[in-house]
């Protein structure tokens, strides 16, 4: 079984500039989470789908942030224009629908540094 | 609302030496709980996890957590550490949303 694929695996920008994370979950899954994880710290939710529908971005940073998952399947996560604390770790995972339990599968992540 | 505490950022032990690293939770709902590691430039790797039934989890790599709903932990143990048990390992909680803590790095000492 493949796992999550996460694209770039670096990303380099200037602050003020565009970017942009691709994610592609596990065949199935119907979840999808973003984290960021700045580095020594946990990661945090940014972003949940439920197929193509939002759950929970309650965390995410709406004036500068931007998710969506349109076909419910991959997603892609978007920061303009980005700002030098954007350095970290972009996550994504994904999980299959809760019937007793719910597991969160990780992707590699998606380094990205602000300069 | 969720919160897991990790006791100790960074933890050494010796190599054959007992790993112990701590976690406490708040939930306002019953909690799922669960441990990952993550190895240096690489993603987060489920190590077990706790949703219903037997409070002791075993998990992979020799592994293993308690629930203790009474002191509301859900420490991680091995019996005996390996050189390749160095990485960082996180707590997270699920209740109505899902928290990591902030993790601990576990050294290994030959």
């Given at each position: 079984e493949a796992g999550v694929a996460q694209s770039p695996r670096y990303k380099i920008i200037e602050k003020r500039q565009s970017v942009a994370f691709w994610c592609n979950p596990i065949s199935g899954h119907a979840t999808l989470y973003w984290y960021q994880q700045i580095?020594?710290?946990g990661p945090k939710l940014l972003i949940q789908f439920q197929n193509n529908g939002v759950v929970?971005?309650?965390q995410l940073p709406k004036d500068r942030f931007s998710?969506?998952?349109l076909k419910g399947?991959?997603?892609?996560?978007k920061i303009q224009p980005a700002k030098l604390e954007d350095s970290a770790v972009y996550l994504c995972a994904s999980s299959s629908p809760r019937t007793s339990e719910e597991t969160q599968y990780f992707g590699p992540g998606t380094r990205l540094l602000v300069l | 609302a969720q919160s897991v505490t990790q006791l100790g950022s960074h933890v050494s032990v010796s190599e054959g030496a007992l790993v112990l690293l701590r976690c406490n939770y708040s939930s306002s709902v019953p909690p799922y709980l669960f441990w990952y590691v993550q190895?240096?430039?690489q993603g987060l790797q489920l190590l077990l996890k706790y949703t219903t039934g037997a409070t002791l989890v075993k998990g992979i790599n020799g592994?293993?957590?308690e629930?203790?709903?009474s002191e509301t932990s859900f420490h991680l143990t091995k019996p005996s550490a390996h050189m390749s048990d160095a990485a960082e390992y996180f707590c997270a909680v699920e209740g109505n949303q899902f928290y990591?803590?902030?993790g601990t790095s576990l050294t290994v000492i030959p």
């Amino acid at each position: 079984e493949a796992g999550v694929a996460q694209s770039p695996r670096y990303k380099i920008i200037e602050k003020r500039q565009s970017v942009a994370f691709w994610c592609n979950p596990i065949s199935g899954h119907a979840t999808l989470y973003w984290y960021q994880q700045i580095l020594g710290q946990g990661p945090k939710l940014l972003i949940q789908f439920q197929n193509n529908g939002v759950v929970d971005d309650s965390q995410l940073p709406k004036d500068r942030f931007s998710a969506e998952r349109l076909k419910g399947v991959d997603s892609t996560l978007k920061i303009q224009p980005a700002k030098l604390e954007d350095s970290a770790v972009y996550l994504c995972a994904s999980s299959s629908p809760r019937t007793s339990e719910e597991t969160q599968y990780f992707g590699p992540g998606t380094r990205l540094l602000v300069l | 609302a969720q919160s897991v505490t990790q006791l100790g950022s960074h933890v050494s032990v010796s190599e054959g030496a007992l790993v112990l690293l701590r976690c406490n939770y708040s939930s306002s709902v019953p909690p799922y709980l669960f441990w990952y590691v993550q190895y240096p430039n690489q993603g987060l790797q489920l190590l077990l996890k706790y949703t219903t039934g037997a409070t002791l989890v075993k998990g992979i790599n020799g592994f293993e957590a308690e629930f203790k709903k009474s002191e509301t932990s859900f420490h991680l143990t091995k019996p005996s550490a390996h050189m390749s048990d160095a990485a960082e390992y996180f707590c997270a909680v699920e209740g109505n949303q899902f928290y990591f803590g902030t993790g601990t790095s576990l050294t290994v000492i030959p």
